[in-house]
């Protein structure tokens, strides 16, 4: 008898195993009774903290370097979305990852405590880890010349910094930094914890690539499982990609995305949400109707500085980005800088600065071109890009063939390593980039 005991618990277990109910229970409140909720969703701020920099030579090779991110301005930036958020009173502000620079545990603390005015004020915070944040071996600090290793994020501390997420979660992945929250009686928000870092501090760079764990996969499921059981729509939130949005996959979509598609069509996801490639982009599967849409959020550190605000009926999502304005909460000093007063102009001179010195490069390294040739291409090639990452290449056929038609267009056509891009840069057919309405 005893015998025949251990084995039914055994099987039970498994079967709990398999749907991914083995998980730590936390919260058993909705975040809100209203049945027309909004929240804001946002990626890749790449935080630094003002404490570890000092403006000086280290830290200004850094900025040259970015990636036409802007990390001297990001406290204003910080202080406009909070008391934006403050008046409009979403129900929670959502950032799927790389909140920090480079994993700084300092930085993740000063955000923390830039944010903690929307928790005063009843409006939740739900954050998952980008591939930048957890034990990430580029933390630094820069001091004059120098640049030196700082205490890095660990999971133990992203739970206890980011806690309100895990507090107010109705399910937690044990093996991950995954967690469920009820948002209110008709939607379940799950957040993914989908990045590959080392267990403990690293002198290793991030890795750029991301996989969600078999335990994790098995906890989604478990969590899809009971969601409609309990009649509730999921809406998923990752870092990495479950599309290829153009045409670099490698290390932008998910290594497992093929599986993770397939559970969340078999469960009729409507939408996930992500960021990581810094890019404005919203996709439907290929070839394959009433798939999951994926809503991925540029980095809210580059042009335009954008979020999504997302409004939920019991039968309908509509999304639409919003553009951050800072003039509004300047201070009369603040007033007096034009990066600040102009910010969206500033944010895009960043992102060109650094185009003209990548695109330069790869020109001058494949082409034999004139100058004034190479300025056409250069300048197409930015304007391009910017198209793409700002969420502004969707065109019509009649647009597409008339940007064909142009100077600058032809000139890269004739790149071979071009060839492909143009096609991602220029062709958007897919879906708009900057709202959507489903009905479900």
Known sequence: ???????????ITGCLLALGLTTTQAADHDLTNNTKPNFWVLSDPHFIAPSLHDQQAAFKQITQTAAG??????????HALVQTALKKRPTAVIITGDVTFNGELASAKSLARRLRPLQKAGIHLLIIPGNHDINDGWARKFSGKQQSPTPQISPSAWRQIFADGYQNACAVDNDSLSYAVNLNKRYRLLLLDDNTYPAHTSTDAPNTGGKLKQSTLLWLEGQLHSAKAAGQQTLVFTHHNLYAHSMMKQGWVLDNAATLRHILNRYHVPVLFSGHIHAQDIMAAPKQKHATIEIVSGSFSMTPASYGVVTLTPHQLHYQTRQLKLTPYLTAKQRQQPSLVHYQRHLKKLFQQMNDNMVAQHINANHRLTKQQANVEINFLI????????????????QLAKLKQTSG???????????????????????????LTLRY
């Open 69 to 78: 991110k802007d990390l001297t301005d990001q406290p204003v930036a910080l």
């Open 1 to 11: 008898m005893r015998r025949a005991t251990i084995i039914l618990t055994l099987l």
């Open 409 to 435: 267009y032809k000139l890269a056509a004739h790149d071979s390593q071009l060839s492909g891009p143009l096609g991602t840069l220029n062709g958007d057919h897919n879906l708009p980039d900057h709202h």
């Open 383 to 398: 304007n391009a890009n910017w198209r793409f990452e700002t969420g502004n290449d969707f065109m019509t056929a009649q």
